[in-house]
């Protein structure tokens, strides 16, 4: 059993910044994928970013590049989510999520093991 417990969230202007933090209860960062996903109301589950550390690959959402970053910290069993430039439609409840290694199933929901309780992030206008 994996427990990854969120913080960071919060309320900021349009063009601001944010990082999340994401702490696993156990060493699991270098055989899993790390991955955020985000939802916001009304809406389904959608895939933001992603980390392979047994490669170090890095993936992310058309809508986040060149915006938001997943750097980690590994002694730490932690990862981050940097979101920098943010907009309203970034409005979500952000997830951490750890699952099985896999380069082409990081970005669907269900091939995640488990889940954060999330943490929301409100971008105002």
């Known amino acids: 059993q994996v427990q990854l417990v969120e913080s960071g969230g919060g309320l900021v202007q349009a063009g601001g910044s944010l990082r999340l933090s994401c702490a696993a209860s156990r060493h699991t960062v270098d055989t899993y994928t790390m991955g955020w996903f985000r939802q916001a109301p009304g809406k389904e589950r959608e895939f933001v970013a992603a980390i392979l550390w047994s490669g170090n690959n890095r993936y992310y959402a058309d809508s986040v590049k060149g915006r938001f970053t997943i750097p980690n910290d590994s002694a730490k069993n932690t990862i981050y989510l940097q979101m920098n430039n943010l907009k309203p439609e970034d409005t979500a409840v952000y997830y951490c999520?750890?699952?099985?290694?896999?380069?082409?199933?990081?970005?669907?929901?269900?091939?995640?093991?488990?889940w954060g309780q999330g943490t929301q992030v409100t971008v105002s206008s």
């Open positions: 999520a750890a699952g099985p290694y896999s380069t082409n199933t990081y970005y669907i929901p269900g091939s995640y093991a488990y």
